[in-house]
């Protein structure tokens, strides 16, 4: 007779993004928190992020005899095992102490790539001497704010390049801040605004605040160590500057001159400028509002995605990002024209929660929910995606 199995404890661990998310919000204090999940002022473009997924349905088949299994796609040049990279986020390091090179090990190990970001707490040459793979890299185009010249923007592009880095990712969507009214109430800014309320608050996360201390991942270090010199972030702003509202498309064709490898330009949302970009010799496109925490009032990334896709999708590569927290979301930007998207938010919660091993866990979540969405569909294989499987959600089948 068979044994009679059973747990004592109902006990699971997260399975979903969610859990993840809430797991973050515990470990982390209240200013790190706002950093980490907020968005721009009323935070309605990081709601419209999330809410248009909902707005599409799959249309199924049965019996079709498909099931998913390969998920893997090239971008840049690179295969990795799923169409998910994580998106460049800054500072990571205040999440959890090992930062963008740990979240770099998960992606590696998960079989896809990071792509890190310039205000990462990790260098560029941190991340690639703790690597094997050539994960790829983003640019702030940084300039002189006196002289408006781009040497620092070069030595940046130039120390990617030695570090082995394979394709660049170039940020246009901040030639200012955007308004991040919930960071700054909590004091996050640089520098934050410590008080004896915030620092109690840090205290009562003593796993946190110990390795907070330990560690100090906190300044954005390919700038500290920019050209050698051990200036200090705060130091630094007062001579150059990322925030650039007079960056143009020249500025754009500069950088792709001074780029060997592939390029994409990431914060696009209008079909016209993605064409400009890959006129320019951009090799693909992120359609993407910065997570709903630069302009508030952008539209949501997935509503500009198919006029983007249908523009350019011939001849670049199409990335998604922004409210990606299910794989069947993935699966919808996927119908919609993306060949890839990449997850910023949902990361940094695996980070916070548990570290590089959060981070993995995280990107396994969406391997096998766009494994189980595909084959529920009756699907086998990324390629078959297209908009013929969704339905505007309450739309009767005709
Ligand atoms: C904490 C945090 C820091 C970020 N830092 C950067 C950055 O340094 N460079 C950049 O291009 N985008 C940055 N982003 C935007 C992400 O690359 C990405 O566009 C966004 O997170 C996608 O939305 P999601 O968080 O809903 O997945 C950041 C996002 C977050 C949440």
Redesign the pocket.
Same mark, same amino acid.
């Given at each position: 007779m068979a044994a009679f199995k059973y747990k004592l404890s109902n006990k699971i661990g997260p399975i979903t993004v969610e859990d993840y998310r809430e797991l973050a919000r515990r470990a982390v204090p209240d200013m790190v928190w706002a950093?980490?999940d907020y968005g721009a002022e009323d935070l309605q473009t990081l709601q419209a992020?999330r809410s248009a997924f909902s707005r599409y349905m799959f249309k199924r088949k049965v019996l079709t005899g498909n099931e998913a299994t390969d998920l893997s796609v090239t971008l840049g040049g690179e295969n990795v095992s799923l169409p998910v990279l994580l *998106? %460049?986020? /800054?500072i990571v390091g205040l999440s959890h102490w090992s930062g963008e090179r740990g979240a770099a090990q998960a992606a590696e190990r998960a079989g896809t790539l990071s792509i890190l $970001?310039? *205000?990462g707490s990790y260098s560029f040459e941190e991340v690639a001497e703790g690597t094997q793979r050539d994960h790829f890299f983003?640019l702030?185009p940084w300039a002189d704010l006196n002289t408006g010249r781009h040497d620092l923007t070069l030595s940046l592009i130039e120390r990617a390049q030695r570090a082995g880095y394979r394709a660049m990712?170039v940020?246009v969507d901040v030639p200012v801040h955007g308004n991040r009214q919930s960071e700054r109430k909590r004091g996050m800014g640089n520098p934050p605004i410590i008080t004896p309320a915030r620092v109690l608050n840090g205290a009562l996360k003593p796993k946190w605040w110990t390795m907070f201390l330990k560690h100090q991942r906190i300044s954005a270090r390919n700038l500290v160590d920019a050209g050698g010199a051990k200036a200090a972030i705060s130091s630094m702003n007062k001579q150059y500057t990322m925030m650039r509202p007079e960056l143009n498309w020249d500025d754009f064709s500069w950088m792709r001159d001074h780029w060997k490898g592939p390029l994409y330009i990431? /914060?696009v949302l209008d079909a016209d400028d993605a064409a400009h970009a890959v006129d320019l010799g951009a090799t693909g496109v992120v359609v $993407?509002n910065?997570? #709903?925490?630069q302009l508030e009032g952008d539209v949501a990334s997935l509503d500009a995605l198919p006029a983007i896709a249908a523009r350019v999708g011939d001849r670049a590569e199409v990335l998604l990002? #922004?409210?990606?927290r299910r794989g069947s979301d993935v699966v919808k930007a996927l119908c919609l024209g993306a060949d890839a998207v990449?997850? #910023?938010? %949902?990361y940094?919660y695996g980070m916070a929660a548990a570290g590089p091993a959060g981070a993995q866990h995280v990107i396994e979540i969406f391997r096998e929910e766009i494994k189980r969405t595909m084959t529920l569909m009756g699907v086998g294989s990324l390629k078959e995606l297209d908009s013929s499987w969704l339905l505007p959600a309450n739309t009767p089948i005709v």
């Open positions: 950093y980490v992020n *998106a %460049p986020t /800054g $970001s310039t *205000a983003q702030y990712y940020t990431k /914060g $993407s910065h997570g #709903g925490r990002d #922004g409210g990606i990449c997850i #910023g938010r %949902p940094v």
